[in-house]
């Protein structure tokens, strides 16, 4: 063990220059956490191994003045779980070589990882109580290699508790290896222990449904061939070149791109964390926002019948987002010029693994950036914008989630998530009445009501750390019809609500109001609006948690109970669901809840704040969803209010500018012209 940390050693010291602060760990420094902590503690198998984030005064301090400033030391944030299931949470200074926090910390479980859920099929397969339930159902023993189950962590089940580790089997069956799984649920639940890899219970419903008889409903090729008559030919190809290079430059992780600086992290949980976010206002840098990521989620089932109630995936916290990473294609997940990196995790055997392409970084063109004609002479001048994409996919069971991290010319930063994938689906039999709470969307095949509720954590920036939450609703003046001060009845404003602690700071969404929220700095005031600088966050898909209040998933979701809540700022509050989440009651509450009710009355105006925004959508699934569904999409906006002096994207070149003086003189434009004419917007008339 002495010989392999100081061949670690060398392998650390040789490289250069030493990474960003806010770099993912490399394998190396994977290896050397790994290894000190087994030196010190025998065999263990680990959970997680990633980057501890520097304290954020001490890297405020270093971003301001890196020549002067202590750089942050590297560390690695571990968790393991030892003998008997006993769960460790430790912090390895990589820079020192030592172990500087190691903890026991009882009562939790940490995420289930894509090792673990592995396992689960093959005991299934073999466990003798599991054969005899889909013999029952009308699966001979002799096609246990058909049966199929998708693993899910229990969620919460008062009959087991918390202190042993344990995950659900929800069931299926393919006829054909190429077959759909989703397409022939099975109608009973396996509960597996991890520590003794054995089936401990099997929930069995009270009305039995025996396999589909239904023939296969597959999306491959073979299946569109039979079924549909092969693909489509009418598409003619498009093709996405850059022939002199991308517009963006990378400096290690940091992208620079059009004013913006955004340093690319990722983590084994949340993926992909952009950090220090900054734009070059005409040379000044401008600090926007110090930490982004999507800090969580949840997806509940509306089906109150045993045991669909534990259907509710906290795909972050119970999985990680980061483990469930694709290895990205490129011209299927990504077209275009792309820039790739790569993701490093630990096994549960320590040794460090990575996953090629976890992240897509390229240019798409963005549409009209601007555009105005005078009707008076023709003049005008459209401006076509381009943004750039920060990307990752991760594949949660049988669900995908395409997430997008975009940035515009104009200041602006966009969230986008599509949700793809196929439906989680359970047995039904030939007749049977789903209650409301689900869709036949195939013979045999129920798909149940769900929501897809993201929390998008803002560790905001702007102008500097000590800033204010304002709600803006759009309202009606105040006055009567006909009275002096709205004598037409048309008045309307922005009514603006200042948050001042984090409970009065728990606020719902209204659509009514075009509800939005200001991220401001009022020690800093726009000199022509004489309005605090700001970001306001812009986000029309908030459906409210519908699972009811005290109840299982009310208590555990907390962080999902109002679309905006605002926190002050704490190095260890990055997760709203809490650090460990499979197998929590909610009872005490942990993550978000607990934070603010421990904060009591604290300020949070005019200092270091988080607001955390929960959105997302509820799905209410029809065939058209199945037997895979068309990727659905949902978007945030963070947009500038007040920030700029001017449209800051005024410098973009146009695609085409004719002034009234060219118009009237006939002097040629500036940009594309017309049919045939190349500049920034190149077209081809046809």
Same mark, same amino acid.
């Given at each position: ?50 980057? @501890? ?166 999306? =491959? ?79 509940? @089932? ?5 045991? =669909? ?52 970084i390229h240019e798409e063109d963005a549409g009209i950036l ?55 689906? @359970? ?7 789903? =209650? ?147 197998q929590t009651s909610g009872e005490p509450s942990q993550g ?95």
């Amino acid at each position: 063990m002495v010989d392999r940390l100081k061949q670690l050693t060398l392998q650390v010291s040789a490289t250069s220059p030493p990474p960003h602060p806010f770099d993912p760990l490399s394998t190396t420094e994977i290896d050397t956490a790994v290894a000190l902590v087994r030196e010190k503690y025998g065999p263990l198998n680990f959970n997680a191994v990633t980057l @501890y984030e520097p304290r954020k005064a001490e890297m405020m301090a270093w971003l301001v003045d890196p020549e002067k400033a202590p750089r942050p030391a590297r560390c690695a944030d571990v968790v393991a779980i030892g003998p008997q299931g006993k769960v460790y949470d430790g912090v390895v200074n990589l820079d020192e070589k030592k172990i500087v926090e190691w903890k026991h910390t009882e009562g939790v479980q940490p995420l289930i990882t894509m090792e673990e859920l592995k396992e689960v099929e093959h005991v299934c397969r073999k466990d003798p109580r599991v054969i005899e339930q889909c013999e029952i159902i009308g699966i001979p023993r002799e096609e246990m290699d058909k049966v199929y189950c998708d693993p899910w962590t229990i969620g919460y089940d008062e009959r087991f508790g918390s202190n042993v580790r344990l995950q659900q089997a929800l069931m299926y069956y393919r006829p054909n290896v190429d077959d759909s799984q989703y397409g022939y649920p099975l109608d009973f639940c396996p509960i597996y222990n991890a520590e003794t890899k054995e089936i401990i219970h099997i929930d069995v419903p009270p009305v039995r449904r025996p396999i589909s008889k239904a023939p296969p409903n597959n999306y =491959h090729a073979e299946a569109v061939a039979k079924d549909l008559g092969g693909y489509r030919t009418d598409l003619k190809p498009i093709h996405i070149t850059q022939p002199e290079g991308v517009s963006f430059k990378m400096n290690g992780r940091i992208v620079e791109w059009q004013k913006w600086s955004i340093h690319v992290g990722f983590n084994y949980r949340e993926g992909i964390v952009l950090n220090n976010i900054t734009f070059n206002d005409k040379g000044t840098i401008r600090p926007i926002i110090y930490r982004l990521s999507l800090a969580e989620m949840v997806v509940p @089932y509306g089906n109150p019948e045993h045991p =669909h109630h534990r259907k509710h995936a906290f795909d972050l916290g119970e999985y990680g987002g980061g483990y469930m990473t694709n290895s990205l294609s490129l011209g299927c997940d990504c077209k275009g010029a792309i820039r790739y990196l790569d993701a490093a995790f630990v096994n549960r055997a320590g040794a460090s693994v990575v996953i090629k392409n976890a992240i897509c970084i390229h240019e798409e063109d963005a549409g009209i950036l601007f555009k105005h004609t005078d009707f008076r002479d023709d003049s005008v001048i459209v401006t076509r914008g381009r943004k750039l994409v920060i990307s990752h996919i991760f594949t949660a069971a049988n669900y995908e989630y395409c997430v997008y991290w975009i940035f515009h010319q104009d200041g602006t930063i966009q969230l986008d998530i599509k949700l793809t994938g196929i439906l989680n689906t @359970y047995a039904m039999n030939p007749g049977e009445d789903t =209650h409301g709470w689900g869709t036949e969307v195939y013979p045999g095949v129920n798909a149940h009501n769900h929501q897809h509720l993201f929390c998008l954590r803002i560790d905001a920036n702007i102008d500097g750390p000590n800033n204010t939450v304002f709600q803006v609703d759009a309202a009606q003046g105040p006055g009567e019809v006909g009275s002096a001060e709205n004598k037409y009845g048309n008045a309307f404003y922005a009514k603006k609500t200042k948050y001042t602690t984090p409970k009065e700071a728990m606020a719902d969404y209204n659509g009514d109001t075009g509800r939005t929220w200001e991220i401001a700095n009022t020690n800093k005031l726009n000199p022509y609006s004489k309005k605090p600088v700001a970001y306001k966050l812009v986000s029309r898909e908030v459906p409210r948690l519908l699972p009811k209040e005290g109840g299982l998933v009310w208590k555990r979701a907390g962080f999902a109970r109002h679309a905006v809540h605002v926190t002050k700022y704490a190095d260890d509050q990055l997760y709203p669901a809490g650090r460990h989440v499979p197998q929590t009651s909610g009872e005490p509450s942990q993550g978000l809840p607990m934070w603010i009710e421990e904060a009591g009355d604290s300020s949070i105006e005019n200092t270091d704040i988080v607001l955390w925004h929960t959105f997302g959508l509820t799905h209410f699934p029809a065939p058209e969803d199945f037997p895979i569904m068309p990727a659905e999409p949902m978007t945030v906006l963070l947009r500038p209010r007040n920030f700029f002096n001017r449209n800051p994207a005024l410098d973009v070149p146009p695609s085409y500018a004719r002034t009234p003086s060219q118009v009237a003189g006939s002097s040629p434009a500036c940009g594309c012209g017309g049919a045939g004419a190349k500049g920034d917007g190149s077209s081809v008339m046809v």
